[in-house]
């Protein structure tokens, strides 16, 4: 799949394009091999300038309608439309889809909790009924005197109404702090149903129908509600039941967990149930002998993006990479089978496959793909599909005609720190508690907390804004949480193991070091933000830090974001009252009325609010602020002293 001249010129030196070591060693040799990745498109072509602003209208075919995002004013659309609805319009559009994204995966694993429960799928079983028995608590399920069988099913027809209702609250809304969910009922944002919110979100930005930006904001705050307290936390919370909560566990992460004498198979996407029936698939007998017949050592599975994240904050499966290195993970020629199901699935996989005969097999009736090879994984009969997989890769495997080249890097850390094993590692495992990490808020060797979250993008140099954002913020004594493709970074660079204690602040590093925790807590996947929604709510109910999320010392960045699902992702942050910060670019004009919205009017509405700077420096000094901002509001700020890199280092890590 040779380049030609023109895409050639166009090329930039690989040392910019990624901060991932045995990425940029795979960019060396695709280059060589005459095979295009996304980098190389990225370079080729810009974004569109006009789109970027959200200055451009669709919605109708009297458009596209472009405004000017230097004179916003200037002129509106065909229909009138302002460049403030324009905008609403587009960013209500990508809190819809994102939503619709994590519901469409909630609503997946609810339904295969239901078969589970009912009795009627004997595949999967309910392996953590504690946390059965603790959500349902949660939700007023009486247990007493029931069998897990029934409050398993109580929990389920409860947890449906998050889909199917159409008038009232959504069920998990509750678990909110009073103070808020009495905010977001006071402003109208209290989801109904995540249906009904994403059906009228669209409706709403349907060309002629809601025509006031502030209005639309509202609904799209109800929406991304829906995906926070709804279809991400109801994902999170059957995924657990189903398949375990998740625990502190050592794994390997980084290209150097292929192995050039197994079969090597990578599951990239989103939903758990493929990559669970992958894990029996690997462990069956007669398919780890049929790989020994083909000359392997063995079956060798690995995880990418987040479905990687979520086994291997789960199960401790080996973790190849983030989002900005699926491509280069194939250029290794190692890759025996190449397993997909949703979300962050690039169609250029399929040709980078094709150049180093890597099988790409799509799976999900979702998301087939031109070039890749469909297998249906049906949750009934699951190993009739990834054990195929497992034989397709063992016959690539025996007839592999590539050379092998598998960076040598691989980096051990810590993962799995859901929130509720926050509470046993800090209060112990009889009496586990939110008191210390609160205590040592208020008594300022923590100064705040932050969750550092979402994607690559192309268009960055891939992990440099997310590594950087992080060290400058544990070095200010700020605890870092981290979910997604960030995490992966973090991960890559060290500093998600205990060692990394010694690069955060003297009170953050005392409090690692007495606990034996890293100053990064990884979290798993992008679906499970919602473990630090409730991770937040869990510090409002325990005291000391004010009564609603709000108050809390606490910021939240998706520095390398890409997709609706981030939109909608910080949308449900800022609406539940986190300041969250965007690096890369953000869609929207400023000083317009729907900047001036977002970043500010929200707030003093008790809300969050956006804020965007693709400079990771800038964006920890607007964290701190932040958060030192809101212990002045509690009246637990102390002087300390801020420690940031300054132009001199800057200078010299950008010589570096």
């Not at 619709?100 to 429960?117: I, P, Q, Y």
């Not at 049906?378 to 025996?398: H, L, N, Y």
């Not at 990771?616 to 801020?642: F, Q, S, V, W």
């Given at each position: 799949?040779?380049k030609?001249?023109?895409?050639?010129?166009?090329?930039?030196?690989?040392?910019?394009l990624?901060?991932?070591?045995?990425?940029?060693?795979?960019?060396?040799?695709?280059?060589?091999?005459?095979v295009?990745?996304?980098?190389?498109?990225?370079a080729?072509?810009?974004?569109?300038?006009?789109?970027?602003?959200?200055?451009?209208?669709?919605?109708?075919?009297?458009?596209?309608?472009?405004?000017n995002?230097?004179?916003?004013?200037?002129?509106?659309?065909?229909?009138?439309?302002?460049?403030?609805?324009?905008?609403?319009?587009?960013?209500?559009r990508?809190?819809?889809?994102?939503?619709?994204?994590?519901?469409?995966?909630g609503?997946?694993?609810?339904?295969?909790?239901?078969?589970?429960?009912?009795?009627?799928?004997?595949?999967?079983?309910?392996r953590?009924?504690l946390?059965?028995e603790?959500?349902?608590?949660?939700?007023d399920i009486?247990?007493d005197?029931?069998?897990?069988?029934?409050?398993?099913?109580?929990?389920?027809?409860?947890?449906e109404?998050?889909?199917t209702?159409?008038?009232?609250?959504i069920?998990?809304?509750?678990?909110?702090p009073?103070?808020?969910?009495?905010?977001?009922?006071?402003?109208?944002?209290?989801?109904?149903?995540?249906?009904?919110?994403v059906?009228e979100?669209?409706?709403?930005?349907?060309?002629?129908?809601?025509?006031?930006?502030?209005?639309?904001?509202?609904?799209?705050?109800?929406?991304?509600?829906?995906?926070?307290?709804?279809?991400s936390?109801?994902?999170?919370?059957?995924?657990?039941?189903?398949?375990?909560?998740?625990?502190?566990?050592?794994?390997?992460?980084?290209?150097?967990?292929?192995?050039k004498?197994?079969?090597?198979?990578?599951?990239?996407?989103?939903?758990?149930?493929?990559?669970?029936?992958?894990?029996?698939?690997?462990?069956?007998p007669?398919?780890?002998?049929?790989?020994?017949?083909?000359?392997?050592e063995?079956?060798?599975?690995?995880?990418?993006?987040?479905?990687?994240?979520?086994m291997?904050?789960?199960?401790?499966?080996?973790?190849?990479?983030?989002?900005?290195?699926?491509?280069?993970?194939?250029?290794?020629?190692?890759?025996?089978?190449?397993?997909?199901?949703i979300?962050?699935?690039?169609?250029?996989?399929?040709?980078?496959?094709n150049?180093?005969?890597?099988?790409?097999?799509?799976?999900?009736?979702?998301?087939?793909?031109e070039?890749?090879?469909?297998i249906?994984?049906?949750?009934?009969?699951?190993?009739?599909?990834?054990?195929?997989?497992?034989i397709?890769?063992?016959?690539?495997?025996?007839?592999?005609?590539?050379?092998?080249e598998?960076?040598?890097?691989?980096?051990?850390?810590?993962?799995?720190f859901?929130?509720?094993y926050i509470?046993?590692?800090?209060?112990?495992?009889?009496?586990g508690?939110?008191?210390?990490?609160?205590?040592?808020?208020?008594?300022g060797?923590?100064r705040?907390?932050?969750?550092v979250?979402?994607?690559?993008?192309?268009?960055v140099?891939?992990?440099?804004?997310?590594?950087?954002?992080?060290?400058e913020?544990?070095?200010?004594?700020v605890?870092?949480l981290?979910?997604?493709?960030?995490?992966?970074?973090?991960a890559?660079?060290?500093l998600?193991?205990?060692?990394?204690?010694?690069?955060?602040?003297?009170?953050?590093?005392?409090?690692?070091?007495?606990?034996?925790m890293?100053p990064?807590?990884?979290?798993?996947?992008?679906?499970?933000?919602?473990?630090?929604l409730?991770?937040?709510?869990?510090?409002?109910?325990?005291?000391?830090?004010g009564n609603?999320?709000?108050?809390?010392?606490?910021?939240?960045?998706?520095?390398?974001?890409?997709?609706?699902?981030?939109?909608?992702?910080?949308?449900?942050f800022?609406?539940?009252?986190?300041?969250?910060?965007?690096?890369?670019?953000?869609?929207?004009?400023?000083?317009?009325?729907?900047?001036?919205l977002?970043?500010?009017g929200?707030?003093e509405?008790?809300?969050?609010?956006?804020?965007?700077?693709?400079?990771?420096?800038?964006?920890?000094?607007?964290?701190?602020?932040?958060?030192?901002?809101k212990?002045?509001?509690?009246?637990?700020?102390?002087?300390?002293?801020?420690?940031?890199t300054?132009?001199?280092?800057?200078?010299?890590?950008?010589?570096?």
């Amino acid at each position: 799949m040779a380049k030609d001249k023109k895409a050639s010129k166009k090329e930039v030196p690989i040392n910019i394009l990624t901060g991932c070591d045995a990425t940029e060693q795979m960019l060396v040799k695709a280059r060589q091999d005459g095979v295009e990745t996304a980098f190389d498109r990225a370079a080729a072509m810009k974004a569109c300038p006009i789109g970027a602003d959200s200055a451009c209208c669709k919605h109708c075919a009297m458009g596209p309608c472009r405004l000017n995002s230097k004179d916003p004013y200037g002129k509106v659309g065909v229909c009138g439309a302002t460049i403030d609805t324009i905008m609403a319009r587009n960013f209500g559009r990508n809190v819809a889809a994102g939503t619709a994204s994590h519901t469409d995966h909630g609503m997946a694993m609810l339904a295969l909790f239901r078969e589970v429960v009912e009795g009627h799928n004997k595949h999967y079983s309910i392996r953590d009924p504690l946390k059965l028995e603790r959500v349902a608590k949660s939700l007023d399920i009486e247990i007493d005197d029931k069998t897990t069988q029934e409050v398993a099913v109580a929990l389920c027809d409860e947890l449906e109404k998050t889909y199917t209702q159409v008038e009232g609250e959504i069920p998990l809304i509750k678990l909110a702090p009073e103070a808020t969910l009495e905010n977001w009922r006071k402003h109208g944002v209290v989801p109904r149903g995540a249906m009904r919110e994403v059906m009228e979100l669209m409706n709403r930005t349907h060309e002629g129908v809601d025509q006031h930006y502030d209005n639309l904001v509202t609904q799209c705050s109800r929406c991304a509600l829906a995906d926070g307290w709804g279809g991400s936390m109801v994902a999170t919370i059957i995924s657990d039941i189903l398949f375990g909560t998740p625990v502190p566990t050592a794994v390997e992460v980084n290209m150097g967990v292929l192995k050039k004498d197994q079969v090597n198979i990578i599951v990239h996407g989103h939903e758990p149930n493929l990559f669970e029936s992958m894990i029996a698939s690997v462990n069956e007998p007669g398919l780890i002998q049929a790989a020994k017949d083909a000359g392997a050592e063995g079956l060798n599975l690995v995880g990418m993006c987040c479905s990687g994240a979520e086994m291997m904050v789960r199960h401790g499966v080996p973790h190849a990479g983030n989002f900005m290195s699926v491509d280069t993970v194939l250029v290794t020629g190692a890759v025996d089978a190449f397993t997909v199901d949703i979300q962050c699935i690039s169609q250029g996989l399929a040709k980078v496959a094709n150049c180093y005969d890597t099988p790409m097999f799509t799976t999900n009736p979702r998301c087939h793909i031109e070039e890749a090879t469909h297998i249906e994984f049906e949750e009934s009969d699951p190993q009739a599909c990834t054990d195929d997989i497992v034989i397709k890769a063992i016959s690539r495997f025996k007839n592999r005609t590539k050379p092998i080249e598998i960076p040598p890097i691989v980096n051990t850390g810590v993962h799995g720190f859901s929130q509720e094993y926050i509470g046993y590692m800090l209060g112990g495992s009889f009496r586990g508690s939110y008191v210390p990490l609160n205590e040592n808020i208020i008594n300022g060797r923590i100064r705040g907390v932050a969750g550092v979250v979402g994607c690559n993008n192309a268009r960055v140099k891939q992990d440099w804004v997310h590594v950087e954002l992080v060290k400058e913020l544990i070095k200010n004594d700020v605890l870092v949480l981290q979910t997604g493709c960030s995490q992966i970074a973090l991960a890559k660079a060290g500093l998600t193991s205990p060692e990394a204690a010694v690069l955060a602040g003297p009170g953050l590093a005392e409090v690692c070091e007495t606990v034996g925790m890293p100053p990064v807590l990884g979290i798993g996947a992008c679906v499970d933000n919602s473990r630090i929604l409730l991770a937040a709510t869990e510090m409002v109910k325990t005291g000391g830090l004010g009564n609603s999320i709000a108050d809390l010392p606490a910021a939240g960045a998706a520095p390398e974001w890409m997709s609706e699902k981030a939109i909608a992702i910080g949308q449900y942050f800022v609406a539940s009252g986190v300041y969250t910060i965007f690096g890369v670019t953000f869609p929207i004009i400023e000083e317009t009325k729907f900047h001036k919205l977002l970043f500010g009017g929200l707030e003093e509405r008790g809300f969050g609010k956006w804020g965007f700077t693709p400079d990771p420096y800038e964006m920890a000094n607007m964290m701190i602020t932040h958060i030192d901002k809101k212990r002045k509001e509690l009246g637990i700020d102390k002087a300390r002293e801020r420690v940031l890199t300054d132009m001199a280092d800057r200078r010299a890590i950008d010589a570096a």
